[in-house]
């Protein structure tokens, strides 16, 4: 029996050998070089030295890196509005209707098409002879033209809009799988003592939703710290600083001005950033008393 | 009295249906409105684009555009980068994804809670350094300016594994045991009897990869120092800096980039929405 247990322990090692080599080179590897890189003034062009923690000290008075992670905080505003929007879209579509199949997969198409067409369909529309000012000059709202990308005000505001937009669909899909998972009977007994829409939804639906709430959470705080490639395509973190999220400063200094040392720097203080928030987002799900995950 | 009730409970089943379908055609003007658009101006020539009051629906159809920006752009040439790197990461994917998960769902042995809590940690722990350590592993192996630098920090991710997982965890094992009594070894096992019952989970793999490395592009453009390599993605990004003087064009080129992939999906989208709606109950 022992024998027949190590024999396996060996097939199962030697089934996953190539799998875990790309893991630990391509997922491991960067968690854990990232943090003695970080130690050096590494830069391609110039010797190497150890630096200590003069990166860190570095980036707490580096004004640029400060106003980059205020931004991605700014950014996270984005994360309650995607739920809510994206809760009220399941629900929408998860009504027994003729067609319905077909508007979930309409929703869909903006989450399955590449950033980069998505961006630039927007800055079209949002673009001074846009679509997008026109209709809201036609409807009142707004009196004359607005830069909606290269106004400092609103750049980081349209950012956020056009990745909820792109988003929407994706958390709408693990919503109705939660939605579809509530047993109907918990709706026929709400209504029987008399609940009405609304009552449903707050009672019944949002607590048997909260794992969903929590999981489609968490991954869209990570997402919106790490948002990158539309702030990249549409703004490069302008006009001025006003857009300049974290990643996007990280990948100037990294990947562009070749400051790999620094740059890893302030990817461990983002990593720790993100992790936290994680904990916080766990912490206040558990305070709702639900401890599923 | 029967009657009324029957007719105003058919009333208000109607007014539901048409609130529905009010509301769901208002979202998908939002939400397919900017491709509707992007497909109008695409099949305007171009000088209709810049008229004031902007051209939202076109006043006639003509494919010109399609048709210049097609033999200015290469097309051919970006299409088949973009296939050859979606093709190798999703082979790699598949196969990488589908030999780690197998163990972790089957075998016993010593380490399984360990490889497991490594694997969950990679997804608690963000890498936003990745990209950088990437770069250096990628310059280090050589592989800088190659097909194979852009897929294979991407060839295997801890979702598929989990998500394979899940799959391995629905075949029956008497299936294993049988194959051991006919002598044959795990691996024959592994590839002649369990893979052909997996075959729905893999199409999930394989729908989510192909999306992944079809719109890729950052990565491309930092691993490739010679822009003929560009997956269409990140061509595009090109195409819109040299062209920017010609709307149409670039409408055609993103509406070719994009229009493969819509495709695929839907024909495929009952899958693809199991698979990413079945990803989180495991």
């Given at each position: 029996?022992?024998?027949?247990?190590?024999?396996?322990?060996?097939?199962?090692?030697?089934?996953?050998?190539?799998?875990?080599?790309?893991?630990?080179?391509?997922?491991?590897?960067?968690?854990?070089?990232?943090?003695?890189?970080?130690?050096?003034?590494?830069?391609?062009?110039?010797?190497?030295?150890?630096?200590?923690?003069?990166?860190?000290?570095?980036?707490?008075?580096?004004?640029?890196?400060?106003?980059?992670?205020?931004?991605?905080?700014?950014?996270?505003?984005?994360?309650?509005?995607?739920?809510?929007?994206?809760?009220?879209?399941?629900?929408?579509?998860?009504?027994?209707?003729?067609?319905?199949?077909?508007?979930?997969?309409?929703?869909?198409?903006?989450?399955?098409?590449?950033?980069?067409?998505?961006?630039?369909?927007?800055?079209?529309?949002?673009?001074?002879?846009?679509?997008?000012?026109?209709?809201?000059?036609?409807?009142?709202?707004?009196?004359?033209?607005?830069?909606?990308?290269?106004?400092?005000?609103?750049?980081?505001?349209?950012?956020?809009?056009?990745?909820?937009?792109?988003?929407?669909?994706?958390?709408?899909?693990?919503?109705?799988?939660?939605?579809?998972?509530?047993?109907?009977?918990?709706?026929?007994?709400?209504?029987?003592?008399?609940?009405?829409?609304?009552?449903?939804?707050?009672?019944?639906?949002?607590?048997?939703?909260?794992?969903?709430?929590?999981?489609?959470?968490?991954?869209?705080?990570?997402?919106?710290?790490?948002?990158?490639?539309?702030?990249?395509?549409?703004?490069?973190?302008?006009?001025?600083?006003?857009?300049?999220?974290?990643?996007?400063?990280?990948?100037?200094?990294?990947?562009?001005?070749?400051?790999?040392?620094?740059?890893?720097?302030?990817?461990?203080?983002?990593?720790?950033?993100?992790?936290?928030?994680?904990?916080?987002?766990?912490?206040?799900?558990?305070?709702?008393?639900?401890?599923?995950? | 009295?029967?009657?009324?009730?029957?007719?105003?409970?058919?009333?208000?089943?109607?007014?539901?249906?048409?609130?529905?379908?009010?509301?769901?055609?208002?979202?998908?003007?939002?939400?397919?409105?900017?491709?509707?658009?992007?497909?109008?101006?695409?099949?305007?020539?171009?000088?209709?684009?810049?008229?004031?009051?902007?051209?939202?629906?076109?006043?006639?159809?003509?494919?010109?555009?399609?048709?210049?920006?097609?033999?200015?752009?290469?097309?051919?040439?970006?299409?088949?980068?973009?296939?050859?790197?979606?093709?190798?990461?999703?082979?790699?994917?598949?196969?990488?994804?589908?030999?780690?998960?197998?163990?972790?769902?089957?075998?016993?042995?010593?380490?399984?809670?360990?490889?497991?809590?490594?694997?969950?940690?990679?997804?608690?722990?963000?890498?936003?350094?990745?990209?950088?350590?990437?770069?250096?592993?990628?310059?280090?192996?050589?592989?800088?300016?190659?097909?194979?630098?852009?897929?294979?920090?991407?060839?295997?991710?801890?979702?598929?594994i989990f998500l394979m997982r899940q799959t391995f965890l629905g075949v029956p094992m008497d299936i294993r045991d049988s194959g051991k009594m006919d002598g044959a070894s795990e691996f024959r096992i592994f590839i002649q009897l369990v893979m052909p019952l997996v075959k729905p989970g893999i199409a999930v793999i394989g729908l989510l990869e192909v999306m992944a490395f079809w719109n890729n592009f950052l990565w491309p453009i930092v691993v490739l120092d010679d822009p003929q390599k560009y997956p269409l993605a990140a061509a595009l990004t090109y195409l819109n800096g040299q062209f920017s003087y010609n709307f149409g064009w670039i409408a055609a080129g993103t509406m070719i980039s994009v229009l493969p992939i819509i495709i695929v999906f839907l024909f495929t989208q009952r899958y693809y929405m199991e698979g990413i709606a079945g990803a989180i109950k495991g």
């Open positions: 029996m022992k024998k027949a247990m190590r024999s396996e322990s060996f097939t199962a090692w030697a089934f996953m050998a190539p799998g875990l080599l790309f893991l630990a080179v391509f997922t491991f590897w960067p968690i854990i070089y990232g943090i003695p890189l970080s130690l050096t003034d590494y830069s391609v062009i110039t010797e190497t030295n150890y630096v200590g923690l003069s990166n860190f000290t570095r980036a707490f008075q580096d004004h640029n890196f400060m106003i980059s992670l205020w931004n991605s905080l700014v950014y996270v505003l984005v994360v309650p509005v995607i739920q809510i929007v994206s809760i009220l879209m399941a629900i929408l579509v998860n009504s027994r209707i003729p067609g319905v199949k077909m508007f979930r997969a309409a929703y869909y198409i903006p989450v399955v098409t590449s950033m980069v067409a998505v961006a630039l369909i927007w800055s079209w529309l949002l673009g001074n002879n846009g679509v997008v000012n026109y209709l809201l000059m036609q409807a009142g709202i707004i009196s004359e033209q607005v830069s909606w990308l290269s106004t400092s005000s609103t750049a980081l505001y349209v950012l956020m809009f056009i990745t909820m937009w792109k988003g929407l669909g994706y958390y709408m899909m693990l919503y109705l799988a939660g939605l579809q998972g509530i047993p109907a009977d918990l709706y026929e007994a709400a209504r029987v003592d008399g609940a009405g829409p609304l009552k449903l939804i707050v009672h019944v639906t949002i607590p048997l939703l909260r794992p969903h709430i929590l999981f489609c959470t968490l991954i869209s705080v990570m997402g919106a710290i790490r948002v990158f490639d539309e702030v990249y395509i549409l703004t490069k973190g302008g006009p001025g600083t006003s857009t300049l999220t974290s990643s996007v400063y990280i990948f100037q200094k990294g990947l562009e001005q070749f400051n790999f040392g620094y740059a890893s720097a302030l990817g461990l203080i983002v990593s720790v950033l993100v992790g936290a928030l994680s904990v916080l987002v766990f912490r206040l799900n558990r305070k709702g008393g639900v401890n599923s995950y | 009295m029967n009657l009324t009730s029957v007719s105003t409970k058919r009333i208000q089943k109607v007014t539901r249906y048409l609130i529905t379908y009010i509301l769901l055609i208002l979202l998908a003007l939002f939400m397919m409105g900017p491709f509707l658009w992007l497909l109008s101006v695409s099949l305007m020539p171009g000088r209709n684009v810049f008229a004031s009051p902007p051209a939202i629906l076109p006043t006639f159809i003509d494919f010109d555009n399609y048709v210049q920006v097609w033999q200015f752009m290469e097309f051919p040439r970006y299409i088949s980068n973009t296939v050859i790197i979606t093709l190798l990461g999703v082979v790699f994917n598949i196969v990488l994804s589908c030999l780690t998960a197998y163990p972790l769902a089957t075998f016993r042995f010593k380490g399984r809670n360990l490889v497991f809590t490594l694997l969950i940690s990679t997804m608690i722990i963000p890498s936003a350094t990745a990209m950088i350590v990437h770069y250096l592993t990628i310059q280090a192996f050589h592989l800088g300016n190659s097909y194979l630098g852009v897929v294979l920090p991407a060839a295997v991710s801890v979702f598929n």
